[in-house]
């Protein structure tokens, strides 16, 4: 009569090395869940995904919760020296915002030096400003250190803090500057001729002014033409002000702007 099998036994054999005293005991059950465990774990696991991928299993597992997905993509843009901006009002899934933000930022990433015709622009690891060049009376304005300061032969902070707010991105050309900080704000300075500075009149601005009248958007891009600018939104639009001439400003027509105006043709487009 032949001897039954033995049954194969579910616990691990313990180890005899010194190390083996602090691993788990046999007895204690591996997870029955994901998310059983340590949080620290899955989220450095989800960084290492894309983070649409991280939205959808996000939308379509039980396993996860809205947190983890958030951190996980937060962790994954921190990792590529992202900053990701806060979510606006009126976005209502976080997980969509975040997604969004990170792959944008990916493929668009922020413009940490701009050089201008005559002038080099920089942005320093504590979010400031600094500037070099020359700025000739028919360029006024260029440097952004005020009325009296034309030339500056190596990179010097600009005495403007911007609001006290990191700057994420800079945009130079001949006769202006725009900057963009880290809460979606947008500084201009230099030539205000046809508008192109965006403060509802052509004044030359000697450092760095707030457009108010993007005050209410969250500007994720900005963009400085020879004699206008473009700014990109958090929502998809677009907005344009400066010189119109020759329909650049895409407003179907070839009327100047003081102050920014969306380009409806583009509205609806993400």
């Known amino acids: 009569m032949s001897t ?97 933000s990170a792959l944008l930022r990916e493929s668009n990433p922020p413009a940490r030096a701009a050089a201008g015709e005559r002038h080099s622009l920089f942005i320093d690891g504590e979010g400031r400003l600094s500037s070099c060049g020359s700025t000739p009376p028919y360029y006024p304005g260029l440097l952004g250190h005020g009325e009296g300061v034309t030339r500056l032969n190596t990179p010097t902070r600009l005495p403007s803090t911007l609001g006290d707010e990191r700057v994420e991105s800079v945009s130079a050309r001949g006769w202006h500057s725009l900057a963009l900080t880290a809460g979606g704000a947008v500084w201009s300075w230099g030539s205000g001729v046809f508008g192109r500075l965006g403060h509802s009149d052509e004044h030359t601005q000697w450092q760095p002014k707030k457009i108010e009248a993007l005050a209410g958007q969250r500007v994720i891009a900005v963009s400085a033409g020879t004699a206008h600018s473009l700014a990109r939104t958090a929502d998809g639009s677009v907005w344009s002000w400066g010189y119109g001439s020759r329909g650049r400003l895409g407003h179907g027509d070839q009327q100047s702007q003081l102050i920014p105006k969306k380009v409806e043709a583009l509205a609806g487009r993400r």
């Open 4 to 100: 039954p099998p033995r049954r194969r036994s579910r616990r691990l054999a313990t180890g005899a090395t010194a190390s083996s005293a602090a691993a788990p005991s046999p007895d204690t059950p591996p997870p029955a869940r994901l998310l059983d465990l340590p949080t620290e774990l899955l989220v450095r696991a989800l960084s290492r995904c894309d983070p649409a991928d991280i939205a959808r299993v996000a939308a379509v597992s039980l396993l996860f919760h809205a947190s983890l997905a958030l951190e996980g993509i937060r962790l994954w843009a921190q990792e590529r020296g992202f900053e990701l901006p806060a979510q606006p009002e009126g976005e209502s899934c976080a997980v969509r915002w975040l997604c969004y």
